[in-house]
């Protein structure tokens, strides 16, 4: 499976520009990437995966559990709206796909007309509803817990109210700069991962320019392998698709000390296991007009991490 910045559903690489740079917390930002991939665990998704009995939502009851039916049409999710501080008639959007849905939350100015700060105070509200609907539908399955509306709403504008304040305490905090750095202008930066899980490796790329800004995003899972094994094919993923996406100058940025040194050493021997992806990887780096590879620590590669978990 493959998936880049144009091709996530019907979304248009400038919708998830703007996404990506928006101040809302990365974990919200994750969750709304999930929600148009379509990788939330909803039955109708499972359902072709596993057999399921009943794949109707277990909040409601009322209709196929779809992410469309959870965000958009569940009668949970539209007493939430309409008792939020936007509270928008979702009737109105109840046959929209979820990629039109997501577009009119991240562009919300062009889309409701919403101006200046209060269309970035949307999306963060949107954002966190999203989340406490995902969050209390989860407990409703898994702790058969049963979600009252009043409760819910209440909560929702509880934490869009900290998220709110927490954002603004970090925008006024200018003398904190972020810890990934951006690339030199006329460079992309290609930060890399890679997360082994008990059946499957994933591999995660994300390309940003010297604005800060992603430029292509792709993810691809692999059968089973080593740690080691896993972040090299990362590095190559990154290198393939910087080269794909036409990029002159590009830096691969990762976490994998030991693959960083084997890409910038060739004299160096690295494991037997990777030998000839760390071939293939100088083979493509070498097609661009310059190159360069960079070792980061965690807290510097965490939104190719966090979407690779």
């Known amino acids: 499976m493959q998936?880049?910045?144009?091709?996530?559903?019907?979304?248009?690489?400038?919708?998830?520009?703007?996404?990506?740079?928006?101040?809302m917390h990365e974990r919200l930002k994750l969750l709304l990437w999930r929600i148009v991939c379509k990788s939330l665990s909803v039955w109708e998704i499972l359902s072709k995966r596993f057999p399921i009995p009943n794949i109707s939502c277990p909040v409601c009851g009322e209709e196929v559990e779809t992410v469309e039916h959870i965000f958009i049409r569940c009668p949970i999710t539209v007493q939430a709206w309409a008792?939020?501080?936007?509270?928008?008639?979702?009737?109105?959007?109840?046959?929209?796909?979820?990629?039109?849905?997501?577009?009119?939350?991240?562009?919300?100015?062009?889309?409701?007309?919403?101006?200046?700060?209060?269309?970035?105070?949307?999306?963060?509200?949107?954002?966190?509803?999203?989340?406490?609907?995902?969050?209390?539908?989860?407990?409703?399955?898994?702790?058969?817990?049963?979600?009252?509306?009043?409760?819910?709403?209440?909560?929702?504008?509880?934490?869009?109210?900290?998220?709110?304040?927490?954002?603004?305490?970090?925008?006024?905090?200018?003398e904190n700069p972020p810890s990934w750095k951006p690339p030199p202008l006329g460079w992309i930066k290609c930060n890399f991962d890679a997360v082994v899980k008990l059946d499957k490796v994933v591999l995660v790329v994300v390309c940003r320019d010297s604005n800060g800004s992603i430029v292509a995003v792709e993810s691809q899972e692999e059968c089973p392998g080593e740690p080691l094994w896993a972040e090299?094919?990362?590095?190559?993923?990154a290198a393939t698709l910087a080269r794909r996406e036409g990029f002159a100058r590009v830096v691969l940025e990762g976490d994998a000390q030991s693959v960083i040194k084997a890409i910038l050493k060739?004299?160096?021997?690295?494991?037997?296991?990777?030998?000839?992806?760390?071939?293939?990887?100088?083979?493509?780096l070498n097609s661009f007009v310059c190159w360069n590879a960079s070792f980061v620590f965690r807290d510097s590669n965490v939104v190719a991490h966090s979407l690779a978990q």
């Open 266 to 284: 060739p004299s160096t021997t690295p494991h037997w296991s990777i030998k000839a992806i760390i071939e293939d990887i100088r083979t493509t």
């Open 232 to 237: 090299s094919k990362a590095a190559l993923l």
């Open 83 to 174: 008792n939020s501080v936007w509270p928008l008639n979702m009737v109105v959007f109840k046959d929209m796909n979820i990629d039109q849905w997501i577009k009119i939350i991240i562009n919300s100015t062009e889309m409701l007309k919403i101006q200046g700060k209060e269309a970035k105070e949307f999306t963060l509200f949107v954002a966190v509803l999203c989340d406490q609907i995902w969050k209390n539908r989860n407990q409703t399955v898994w702790g058969n817990q049963p979600i009252d509306s009043i409760k819910l709403s209440l909560q929702i504008n509880k934490v869009f109210i900290q998220h709110k304040q927490a954002w603004q305490s970090i925008l006024g905090e200018k």
């Open 3 to 23: 998936q880049n910045s144009t091709s996530l559903g019907l979304m248009h690489k400038e919708y998830w520009k703007m996404l990506w740079k928006s101040k």
